[in-house]
């Protein structure tokens, strides 16, 4: 068969018609049957196409006499680098039924069709009650308005079986930007294979993934609009266009906190910020870009912890890249022992504690404590004595003394002797214990009490105010306060609140000698009190003699 249709291609010929005899023919044989009987094709018809362009094959099956049943197998067409048709035409004549078995397409490994589809055109004429039957077995639907008799009616009918390319899907990507599109079912994968056949009368779904530094803008062509995917229905061959914008950048700030040095560096490469902040401290990075940022501490250092946007922890920090952003990437040194030592000078005496504690000079009057530590000292006169102020280690005053350490510090503390006085005495304290030095203070040095608050809860002090002469002494008392926001104070008397009158300094009343009296000041940290929140309350004391105060303070810190 190839040759005939080479031969008939030579010669322009686009149609080969085959009149099929009982003979082997084309891979199609037929067996002629006695009238009245039935008629059954021996084998299934084989149609090569693959050196004829477009080629139309055209099978007929002569008969004489009558049948009442006939059988056509079905056949495959082979098909070349082009498209194959095949007619089947059932003989004229009386017949009651024909039955037609489905065909189907073969693509030998060297066609440039991949792969190919059978579409099938059933052209009926039922003048009897059964025509020529359907590809896939079964007969069509057919009536007559005359009785079907013995022999039946004439009737003639075709099939038309057509072998074609499955279509093509073609992707073309557009714009600045850069992406990948892929289908399913798979067969695009674009990166490289931009195009792909599928079955005829498929459908095709794609769906894109924008690059680092892209975006994906549109489909166009056999898509449209800028969904996550798209649709395409494979009548026939189709166009898709992927089109990709290059993404916006935002500008991401490394900034270095503490005392200690350190590196800082990003993946995907960019951020190399290096032990002091330099322009590599900085980098322009695509919107949506997730960066990681890792810091490295130097010898000496330790990495204390990330801070700004989005960053926190000592591990390794991701920042997603959608708008301008500052980080920073804290290092502290690595904790050395250093020692503070107090020294006690002056005509007086007197202790010096700390916090943490440590020293109670007294006895202790050095200890260690690591590098970085703030130490704060606090001086207590003992009876008899007045404390003159600090020096050494940044500390000045007569107030608690906050010591930062870098390196081995010693710290003075002055205490001087104090005259005897009539003069009012106050005393501070949590419960029973009282902090001061039961003399007056004619310096006028505060002796303070602190104490650690968690938010919504309170302390309550004790003042106590002695008259330490033999005569009646005119209290007026009055205070003032520092950090008043995370706080609520209330002063009382006994039973009785004297808060306004404290407040407003206008409180007064007499104190007979020898005899004391006692203000409880309740600190109460509000509910939304932040940690470390403090408020320090100077209590005035004056006596009648004279304008000098005794002061006490009370210091209440909220914890956390």
């Known amino acids: 068969m190839r040759r005939i249709a080479t031969f008939l291609a030579a010669r322009g010929a686009r149609t080969l018609t085959i ?18 009987a039935k008629a059954e094709v021996a084998a299934a018809a084989a149609v090569s196409c693959e050196d004829m362009p477009d080629t139309t094959v055209s099978m007929t099956a002569n008969f004489s006499g009558a049948l009442d049943f006939q059988r056509w197998p079905g056949g495959t067409v082979t098909l070349g680098q082009f498209p194959c048709t095949v007619t089947v035409t059932r003989p004229d004549g009386p017949i009651d039924y024909t039955h037609l078995a489905g065909w189907a397409v073969s693509v ?26 359907r590809v896939d077995g079964t007969r069509p ?50 990166g490289s294979t931009c ?22 803008v549109s489909w166009g062509g056999a898509c449209a609009g800028g969904g996550a995917t798209c649709t395409v229905s494979m009548s026939q061959s189709q166009s898709v266009t992927a089109t990709f914008a290059l993404s916006a950048s935002s500008n991401l700030a490394i900034l270095k906190g503490g005392a200690g040095t350190g590196t800082v560096t990003s993946s995907p490469a960019g951020i190399d910020c290096g032990p002091t902040n330099t322009p590599a401290c900085q980098f322009s990075f695509a919107d949506g870009t997730l960066v990681v940022l890792t810091a490295t501490p130097q010898a000496g250092s330790v990495f204390a912890g990330w801070a700004g946007d989005g960053c926190t922890g000592t591990g390794s920090c991701t920042v997603t890249m959608n708008q301008n952003r500052n980080v920073v990437a804290n290092f502290s040194p690595v904790a050395v022992p250093t020692t503070l030592t107090v020294d006690k000078t002056g005509s007086g005496t007197g202790t010096v504690s700390s916090a943490p504690a440590g020293i109670d000079c007294g006895s202790t009057c050095a200890a260690t404590f690591d590098s970085g530590t703030t130490v704060t000292l606090s001086a207590a006169p003992a009876p008899g004595s007045s404390f003159s102020g600090w020096s050494g280690g940044g500390c000045s005053g007569t107030g608690p003394c906050d010591v930062t350490l870098s390196a081995a510090t010693t710290v003075t503390a002055g205490f001087t002797a104090a005259a005897t006085t009539t003069r009012p005495d106050g005393l501070v304290g949590v419960g029973k214990k009282l902090l001061g030095n039961r003399i007056y203070n004619l310096t006028g040095a505060r002796q303070t009490k602190a104490a650690t608050i968690k938010a919504n809860k309170s302390r309550t002090f004790r003042w106590v105010v002695q008259n330490d002469g033999t005569a009646a002494d005119k209290l007026r008392l009055s205070q003032k306060s520092k950090g008043k926001g995370a706080f609520k104070v209330t002063f009382k008397v006994g039973r009785t609140t004297i808060t306004k009158a404290v407040m407003s300094g206008k409180y007064v009343a007499s104190l007979a000698p020898g005899k004391s009296a006692t203000i409880t000041v309740t600190v109460k940290a509000t509910k939304k009190a932040k940690p470390r929140a403090s408020r320090t309350l100077l209590l005035r004391a004056t006596s009648g003699e004279g304008s000098t105060a005794d002061v006490v303070g009370v210091k209440a810190t909220v914890g956390k």
Request: aromatic share 2%; charged share 5%.
């Open 19 to 36: 009149v099929l005899t009982p003979l082997l023919l084309c891979g199609l044989a037929l067996v002629a049957v006695p009238p009245s």
């Open 108 to 133: 030998p490994g060297n066609s440039l069709m991949a792969s190919a589809s059978i579409v099938t055109t059933q052209v009926p004429n039922c003048t009897a009650s059964g025509a020529i039957g």
């Open 141 to 190: 639907s057919c009536s007559s308005a005359s009785p079907v008799g013995a022999n039946g009616q004439g009737s003639t009918a075709r099939v038309i079986i057509r072998a074609v390319a499955d279509p093509i899907l073609t992707v073309t990507k557009a714009g600045t930007g850069a992406g990948l599109i892929s289908s399913s079912p798979s067969g695009i994968s674009c």
């Open 195 to 216: 195009a792909g056949q599928f079955d005829l009368n498929s459908t095709v779904t794609l769906s894109h993934v924008a690059a680092a530094g892209s975006r994906f």
